[in-house]
């Protein structure tokens, strides 16, 4: 299985950060790749896809990238309701895996 | 709109078979595939497989031995089983429409 692996594993930023985390798959996977935020006590939500592809009713301030083997989330001035957990998930192969995620905690 | 709703049994004793349902409303029940996907308190998440609407399916090797999904496209319903449950099951689980919509989650614990 392909071995998706997340950093960090946690940061602490304000309102108004610029916030990027990668995510870093153990074999070239194209641009198959999702980002999720899940927030305590909710399902995942879907934020990107085909790497950089914005799901629909996200706020354009979340932008991904990359290609291959790694790739990035960007969240350009984070919003306080952006403090969450994101997780990455690969859909080049099966099975489909997910990163340890990123906790992005209030400084 | 895309909602899935779903249930079963939230507490299981050792070596039970966990079993959910998860109904599709509003939306096609054709031409996607649809998931399993389970996260252990306070853990992450862990993609247990998903079937279609013909019913064919693709699971995680990991627990391929003991898992069935099956679907009943009268009811736009899948389902989940999972036999020989331990400890190591309990988690949340979440059906979802390939990964785009999600249910709630229902909390499955096993223990004795």
């Known amino acids: 299985a392909i071995q998706m692996t997340q950093s960090p594993s946690s940061l602490s930023a304000s309102v108004g950060d610029r916030v990027t985390f990668t995510c870093r798959a153990s074999?070239?996977?194209?641009?198959?790749l999702a980002w999720f935020q899940q927030k305590p006590g909710k399902a995942p939500k879907l934020l990107i896809f085909s790497a950089s592809s914005l799901q629909s009713g996200v706020p354009s301030r979340f932008s991904g990238s990359g290609s291959g083997t790694d790739f990035t989330l960007t969240i350009s001035s984070l919003q306080p309701e952006d403090f969450a957990t994101y997780y990455c998930?690969?859909?080049?192969?099966?099975?489909?895996?997910f990163g340890q995620g990123t906790k992005v905690e209030n400084k | 709109q895309v909602q899935l709703q779903q249930w079963g049994a939230g507490l299981l004793k050792p070596s039970e078979t966990l079993s959910l349902t998860c109904a599709v409303y509003?939306?096609?029940?054709?031409?996607?595939?649809w998931s399993w996907i389970r996260q252990p308190p306070g853990k992450g998440l862990e993609w247990i497989g998903e079937i279609n609407h013909s019913g064919n399916t693709n699971y995680n090797p990991s627990l391929k031995s003991r898992v069935t999904m099956s679907v009943d496209t009268s009811k736009n319903q899948f389902s989940l089983k999972l036999t020989s449950a331990t400890a190591a099951d309990t988690a949340v689980y979440y059906c979802?429409?390939?990964?785009?919509?999600w249910g709630q989650g229902t909390l499955v614990t096993v223990s004795s």
């Open positions: 509003g939306g096609s029940f054709r031409g996607y595939y």
């Open positions: 074999q070239g996977i194209g641009n198959d």
């Open positions: 998930l690969q859909d080049y192969n099966y099975p489909r895996t």
């Open positions: 979802a429409r390939e990964l785009s919509h």
